[in-house]
């Protein structure tokens, strides 16, 4: 699926080739020289995996690692192994796949926090790393004779992957997991117009990138997929008593779960609001806040909890390997996002036969069918939230016939293979 064709605007300029006098446009196929250069299969990627966090990109980039070789894609991997002696959880995954070929690639230092000065000694300190990591890649990338280069948007990964395909002769693709806003570093503004393909993981994020003045044509949706096996999240009998048991709930509660860093846009708020109405006329409930406080806010939201009367009604369980068993052991499952750029745990829910209650924003809405696999609410509004909520805490059966439609939407439309062969066809379409 393609955004539909317009001409760039002109804020973002044509690709000059002055950064390296000795190579002209890489789709000319052509080198300064005049001759033909060699044009390399799109049939043998390279993935740029920069953050030692195995979190959601990483996660969508290692399935489609499994995945890509049983559609002819040969597929290598240089990623960060994580301090010496301790490898990061995303190098031990990306090296569990027997199908991936990994090479083991230290980046340097993300520029991420900290004032200007701060910055400038990181990237002093990290040169050395920078520039073994581009020389190395692109003797790799020749050496494997590798068509594709793909990397997400950050700023490491698209400045070392828009070099390394410059200087080797291979395609560069980013692949686009969040909203593309003004916060973006500037070379990474920059790459993004000057590569061969940008892929979107939901048409809000593509839009995103419209509206920033990329080209349309430039842009490929490929919708997320379930990274997990689709079993894993099928509900056991043995559930109901686990959670019971694990969370000291009322075994006659119902029980609601969001799986969600701890983060303002994730909707904590809106949904203790919402809670606090509901539990006028619902008081048995109890709701199972699953994920890690990535930003500082856990004392703040239990005092909210407390002002709002439900502290005995919420669960902070913070970070759990088990989420998924935690998911489709509730009733309901709840994240009232503000433009959650596609929203993984929507179909993990949706996988486990839950009805999911979101926001209509962002992807949520072109995962979940509102009044078929779940109900969304009009954006930040807290009496709509509360009332399909209490929607499905009246009505049972109502959660039985979204979760059975969620599941089977899942199946036909998320699982890893469709992302696969999707994203199989976008490096084909760039031969």
């Given at each position: 699926?393609?955004?539909?064709?317009?001409?760039?605007?002109?804020?973002?300029?044509?690709?000059?080739?002055?950064?390296?006098?000795?190579?002209?446009?890489?789709?000319?196929?052509?080198?300064?020289?005049?001759?033909?250069?060699?044009?390399?299969?799109?049939?043998?990627?390279?993935?740029?995996?920069?953050?030692?966090?195995?979190?959601?990109?990483?996660?969508?980039?290692?399935?489609?690692?499994?995945?890509?070789?049983?559609?002819?894609?040969?597929?290598?991997?240089?990623?960060?192994p994580?301090?010496?002696?301790?490898?990061?959880?995303?190098?031990?995954?990306?090296?569990?796949?027997?199908?991936?070929?990994v090479?083991?690639?230290?980046?340097?230092?993300?520029?991420?926090?900290?004032?200007?000065?701060?910055?400038?000694?990181?990237?002093?300190?990290?040169?050395?790393?920078?520039i073994?990591?581009?020389?190395?890649?692109?003797?790799?990338?020749?050496?494997?004779?590798?068509?594709?280069?793909?990397?997400?948007?950050?700023?490491?990964e698209?400045?070392?992957?828009?070099?390394?395909?410059?200087?080797?002769?291979?395609?560069?693709?980013?692949?686009?997991?969040?909203?593309?806003?003004?916060w973006?570093?500037?070379?990474?503004?920059?790459?993004?117009?000057?590569?061969?393909?940008?892929?979107?993981?939901?048409?809000?994020?593509?839009?995103?990138?419209?509206?920033?003045?990329?080209?349309?044509?430039?842009?490929?949706?490929?919708?997320?997929?379930?990274?997990?096996?689709?079993?894993?999240?099928?509900?056991?009998?043995?559930?109901?008593?686990?959670?019971?048991?694990?969370?000291?709930?009322?075994?006659?509660?119902?029980?609601?779960?969001?799986?969600?860093?701890?983060?303002?846009?994730k909707?904590?708020?809106?949904?203790?609001?919402?809670?606090?109405?509901?539990?006028?006329?619902?008081?048995?409930?109890?709701?199972?806040?699953?994920?890690?406080?990535?930003?500082?806010?856990?004392?703040?939201l239990?005092?909210?909890?407390?002002?709002?009367?439900?502290?005995?009604?919420?669960?902070?369980?913070?970070?759990?390997?088990?989420?998924?068993?935690?998911?489709?052991?509730s009733?309901?499952?709840?994240?009232?996002?503000?433009?959650?750029?596609?929203?993984?745990?929507?179909?993990?829910?949706?996988?486990?036969?839950?009805?999911?209650?979101?926001?209509?924003?962002?992807?949520?809405?072109?995962?979940?069918?509102?009044?078929?696999?779940?109900?969304?609410?009009?954006?930040?509004?807290?009496?709509?939230?509360?009332?399909?909520?209490?929607?499905?805490?009246?009505?049972?059966?109502?959660?039985?016939?979204?979760?059975?439609?969620?599941?089977?939407?899942?199946?036909?439309?998320?699982?890893?293979?469709?992302?696969?062969?999707?994203?199989?066809?976008?490096?084909?379409?760039?031969?």
């Open positions: 699926m393609r955004c539909s064709d317009a001409a760039r605007p002109g804020d973002i300029p044509e690709q000059s080739d002055s950064m390296f006098p000795d190579v002209t446009s890489r789709r000319s196929g052509a080198y300064a020289d005049g001759s033909m250069r060699r044009r390399r299969s799109v049939d043998r990627v390279l993935f740029i995996q920069s953050s030692t966090s195995f979190v959601a990109d990483a996660q969508v980039h290692a399935s489609l690692c499994e995945h890509l070789p049983a559609l002819g894609i040969t597929v290598h991997v240089a990623i960060n994580g301090p010496v002696g301790r490898p990061s959880k995303s190098f031990e995954a990306f090296s569990a796949i027997p199908v991936a070929h090479r083991p690639t230290r980046f340097g230092v993300p520029l991420v926090g900290g004032g200007w000065w701060a910055k400038a000694k990181v990237a002093v300190l990290t040169i050395p790393a920078f073994g990591a581009v020389v190395g890649l692109t003797r790799y990338v020749r050496r494997h004779e590798i068509g594709v280069v793909h990397c997400t948007e950050k700023t490491r698209t400045v070392i992957g828009f070099i390394v395909a410059r200087l080797s002769g291979a395609r560069l693709v980013v692949h686009l997991h969040v909203k593309v806003e003004d973006f570093s500037m070379p990474s503004k920059w790459v993004l117009g000057h590569v061969d393909q940008l892929i979107a993981i939901s048409e809000f994020v593509a839009g995103s990138a419209v509206e920033m003045g990329y080209r349309p044509a430039s842009i490929s949706v490929a919708l997320n997929a379930l990274t997990s096996p689709v079993e894993g999240f099928r509900r056991q009998p043995a559930d109901r008593d686990w959670v019971v048991n694990e969370f000291g709930a009322d075994p006659d509660a119902a029980v609601l779960c969001i799986a969600a860093r701890l983060n303002p846009w909707g904590h708020r809106y949904l203790f609001e919402a809670l606090a109405k509901i539990s006028k006329s619902h008081p048995n409930f109890v709701l199972l806040a699953i994920g890690r406080d990535d930003s500082g806010i856990l004392d703040e239990r005092a909210a909890t407390v002002a709002l009367g439900i502290d005995q009604r919420v669960r902070f369980a913070g970070y759990r390997d088990d989420a998924a068993r935690v998911i489709r052991s009733d309901v499952f709840v994240m009232p996002s503000a433009e959650e750029p596609f929203g993984l745990v929507y179909i993990e829910a949706m996988a486990a036969e839950r009805p999911v209650v979101a926001f209509r924003s962002g992807g949520a809405q072109e995962i979940v069918l509102d009044g078929v696999t779940g109900l969304l609410a009009p954006i930040n509004d807290v009496d709509a939230l509360a009332e399909r909520l209490l929607l499905l805490l009246d009505d049972s059966e109502l959660g039985e016939r979204l979760g059975t439609a969620g599941r089977a939407r899942v199946l036909e439309h998320f699982l890893p293979d469709r992302l696969a062969a999707d994203v199989a066809a976008i490096y084909r379409s760039l031969e």
